[in-house]
């Protein structure tokens, strides 16, 4: 099996490469801050092919299923290209034959719960938004759980596809990422290593056993298929015994951390990609958060995930000041473009709810159709951001698609239940039809007289 990057030259699983024993010798090996379970009640196992879990995250998996938490594997290839040029497998053949010992690796660790993608082995990157999906349904609340993965600068494209995805799913699931280097240890050295973030996770003699029997049940890769060219064994001695001790190491990463730039890709590869210019929808929804503003003018407007900037432009129409904030880069530029004659409107690029708007109080937050593109958690924090902004006579208005957003955890009945929260202005006015629900939070004396 081939394996390369742009960064780093291209290699094989033949050959030599840095030897176990120069590791262990390196004194950051087990300096690093030691990691431990405590207060995880989940672990999500990751792995890009049969046998990545064994070698990366056996240790882990046997620890956390003998502590007493639930523990899940997802596989996403059945690594039917790891011998391309086998005499007596065809990859479909060693499809079944992988998925097999994937198996019996699983049962060998203590996992009962194993799911297969069935995604091209060597061809994961096309389909990572899909591993996201699949992670993020499994996930769900990711409080209180590690998802482990190969880590994303382990040298194979498949792994580094899977570490992206499970840093995508962290973030949206609000779980932390653990992520386990594979390949790395063949192919790199000392000097190479991010010490400052690799955590030595330490292993009983237990954990070891167990490991040492799911690597062994990866007989496709341990041992040659066959005595013929093509066949070879892949994971030889020299290479399994970065494997063989204690401890594994991981790079971790809280979820507010992980990167997921599938938004800003989004607006990368559509100029107008929720059709807010185009689309009847996008257009009845401004006028209609517009009308259920209980006053005719704000002084200033916070609008949270402005995306291009249609509603910043409605609102600023309505308010003396709007700030308009939203991470993707790609979204604001065009949002900056639009609105660039409108001298009351100042657009910022925030990760929000980690980064917020500072020393400004609002007598108007909009948070349209971005609720749900957070965590659980995340969504809790936005809660609290948005308490200690708002005006005492300020109003909170609420607009979101009410339909499932595939690939995400919340919906529009979540998000807006957040907000019902005694901090906050109780709710005044609702409308809610097939396809989008406005809430309004307003105090008593915000709301306006009918007869004047």
């Known amino acids: 099996m081939v394996v390369s990057t742009e960064e780093h030259s291209s290699f094989t699983h033949i050959g030599p490469g840095t030897p176990a024993s120069v590791w262990r010798r390196h004194p950051s090996w087990t300096a690093g801050e030691p990691l ?24 882990l998996i046997s620890t956390a299923v003998a502590s007493g938490l639930e523990v899940v594997i997802v596989c996403a290839t059945d690594g039917e290209h790891s011998h391309p040029d086998s005499p007596t497998c ?13 198996r019996a690796a699983a049962t060998a660790l203590g996992v009962t719960e194993l799911h297969r993608l069935e995604l091209p082995d060597g061809g994961l990157e096309a389909h990572e938004d899909l591993v996201v999906t699949k992670l993020v349904d499994l996930v ?10 190969p880590w994303r600068s382990d040298g194979h494209p498949d792994h580094e596809t899977a570490g992206r995805a499970a840093a995508a799913a962290a973030r949206r699931t609000g779980a932390d990422l653990w992520e386990y280097p594979v390949w790395f240890w063949h192919w790199g050295t000392p000097d190479e290593a991010p010490w400052q973030s690799l955590h030595p996770f330490a292993l009983e003699g237990g954990a070891l056993a167990a490991k040492a029997a799911a690597i062994r049940a990866h007989l496709s890769q341990v041992a040659p298929l066959s005595a013929l060219q093509g ?10 015994a970065h494997f063989a001790d204690s401890p594994e190491h991981f790079l971790c990463t809280p979820s507010e951390e992980c990167p997921d730039d599938s938004l800003d890709r989004l607006h990368l590869n559509a100029a107008d990609p929720w059709g807010a210019d185009s689309r009847w929808y996008e257009q009845r929804k401004r006028d209609l958060v517009l009308a259920a503003l209980p006053k005719p003018s704000f002084d200033r407007t916070l609008e949270l995930g402005c995306s291009t900037g249609a509603l910043a432009e409605a609102l600023a129409g309505r308010s003396r000041q709007v700030v308009a904030v939203d991470r993707s880069s790609a979204a604001l530029a065009a949002a900056r473009r639009r609105l660039v004659a409108h001298d009351g409107v100042r657009v910022a690029r925030l990760d929000l709810p980690r980064e917020w708007v500072p020393d400004l109080s609002f007598d108007l937050v909009v948070v349209s159709e971005m609720g749900y593109f957070l965590s659980p958690a995340a969504l809790e924090q936005l809660v609290d951001r948005v308490v200690g902004s708002l005006d005492p006579q300020g109003v909170v208005v609420l607009c979101h698609w009410r339909h499932r957003v595939e690939g995400w955890v919340l919906d529009a009945d979540r998000v807006h239940a957040a907000f019902e929260d005694p901090r906050l202005p109780p709710l005044r006015a ?3 039809d097939r396809d989008v629900e406005i809430r309004v939070h ?6 306006p007289d009918p007869l004047r």
């Open 36 to 59: 431990t379970l405590a207060g995880c009640v989940r672990l999500v196992v990751l792995a890009a092919h049969p046998d990545d879990e064994s070698l990366g995250a056996g240790g």
């Open 231 to 240: 066949d070879e064994t892949l994971l030889g001695p020299e290479l399994l």
């Open 442 to 447: 307003a105090r008593d004396d915000s709301w």
């Open 430 to 432: 609702t409308y809610r």
């Open 90 to 102: 065809t990859p479909a053949e060693l499809a079944v034959i992988r998925s097999r010992e994937g």
């Open 140 to 149: 769900g609340d990711g409080r209180q759980t590690v998802i482990a993965a």
